[in-house]
């Protein structure tokens, strides 16, 4: 079966970008959904097809894939972005979910 | 504003069978959405169980399709989750959620989440 790997954890500073890999095989060759968790919280999705934004989501997100890894990335990262962020794509046929990354910000 | 719910036993026993429901509100189970079912062990990443389509079109994740079975009361704009054979490895946090559609649109809309223990 298809995984994704993403790293356990990434520390920011409030104003600074952070960046959330996630890597798979040819991933590239696939489209790429990042959601956001809070603690306590359902999943929110912040990034579809790789790098669109759905309504309401802010423009210090963003997404990029190619090759075997995707790129989330949150540019001037504020303390309410601290949470856990999961990727998630599609193969044979299957929703597959990465193991997510928390995101600290301090 | 679309909103999900999810209702169903918060407590059941090893070897049971677990039924679920996801009450859907301010949208159409009838249109060109998939509604799915997504779980998430305390502590743990997400895992997606299957979906289903207006039509009673269903897909299930291979790890878990001889155990899972999702079905639809589009009249009522429901949809429910049933899962045999459970065991502790069951229990976890238990998500509806909509999707886009196209397998690249992401689900877009999620319940708030239902805790379901698995005891021996």
């Known amino acids: 079966s298809y995984e994704l790997t993403q790293p356990v954890s990434v520390s920011v500073s409030p104003g600074q970008t952070a960046s959330v890999t996630c890597s798979g095989e040819?991933?590239?060759?696939?489209?790429i959904c990042w959601y956001q968790q809070k603690t306590g919280q359902s999943p929110v999705l912040v990034i579809y097809?790789?790098?669109q934004r759905p309504s309401g989501i802010p423009e210090r997100f963003s997404g990029s894939n190619s090759g075997t890894a995707a790129t989330l990335t949150i540019s001037g990262a504020q303390p309410m972005d601290e949470a856990d962020y999961f990727c998630?794509?599609?193969?044979?046929?299957?929703?597959?979910f990465g193991p997510g990354t928390k995101v600290t910000v301090l | 504003q679309v909103q999900l719910r999810e209702s169903g036993p918060g407590l059941v026993k090893s070897s049971e069978t677990l039924s679920l429901t996801c009450a859907v509100s301010?949208?159409?189970?009838?249109?060109?959405?998939?509604w799915a079912w997504v779980r998430q062990s305390p502590g743990k990443g997400l895992e997606w169980l299957g979906d289903?389509?207006?039509?009673?079109?269903?897909n299930y994740n291979p790890s878990l399709k001889s155990r899972v079975t999702i079905s639809q009361d589009a009249s009522n704009n429901q949809f429910s989750l049933t899962l045999t054979s459970l065991t502790a490895a069951d229990t976890a946090f238990y998500y509806c959620?909509?999707?886009?559609?196209?397998?690249?649109?992401?689900?877009?809309?999620w319940g708030q989440g239902t805790l379901v223990t698995v005891s021996s």
């Open positions: 301010g949208d159409s189970m009838k249109t060109t959405h998939w």
């Open positions: 289903i389509f207006h039509s009673g079109v269903t």
């Open positions: 040819d991933l590239g060759k696939k489209y």
């Open positions: 959620a909509r999707h886009g559609g196209s397998y690249y649109r992401g689900f877009q809309v």
């Open positions: 097809q790789d790098d």
């Open positions: 998630q794509t599609w193969d044979s046929n299957t929703y597959v």
